[in-house]
């Protein structure tokens, strides 16, 4: 799978332990910043992890920052981007299986190296379910995404 990964820079410390995690699972990964610790405006960083998605560049995005919630907010104002904060395992899965996330926001300050791996690993397992009422409320969303 092709990825898109991005951070802000409270984030940044903890992206490469993800990014080199992902390319262990053999996925291709994208990085678009940010690339130090230098002060960034996770919106600007969200809307090119989006970018990637929406176009198909990449199949699904990750952010990483501080608490993943300003990732998660500046993401979900994307057209076509469902984002999600996750800081356990099942969400991980279960945002992609119910609700077809299609990028997984991570709080680098409140989850170590080793949880931000599970996560990640659960995150990318997980597939859309064929269960039509998940199908019908994931397509209410993408109405009122398209109608505002």
């Not at 230098?38 to 952010?63: C, H, L, N, Y």
Request: proline share 2%; aromatic share 4%.
């Amino acid at each position: 799978m092709r990825l898109v990964i991005g951070s802000d820079h409270a984030g940044w410390p903890l992206k490469q332990t993800v990014i080199d995690h992902i390319r262990k699972l053999g996925h291709d990964i994208v990085d678009v910043g940010s690339y130090d610790d230098k002060p960034v405006d996770f919106p600007d960083i969200a809307r090119a992890v989006a970018q990637k998605v929406t176009s198909g560049e990449a199949a699904r995005g990750i952010m990483v920052c501080g608490t993943g919630v300003g990732a998660s907010i500046a993401a979900n104002k994307m057209k076509g981007i469902r984002a999600a904060v996750c800081h356990d395992v099942h969400s991980a899965h279960q945002s992609v299986e119910h609700d077809d996330v299609n990028v997984m926001c991570i709080g680098a300050q409140i989850v170590g190296a080793w949880l931000a791996v599970d996560l990640v690993s659960s995150y990318l397992t997980a597939e859309f379910s064929t269960d039509e009422d998940f199908r019908r409320r994931v397509e209410k969303l993408r109405v009122m995404d398209e109608q505002g």
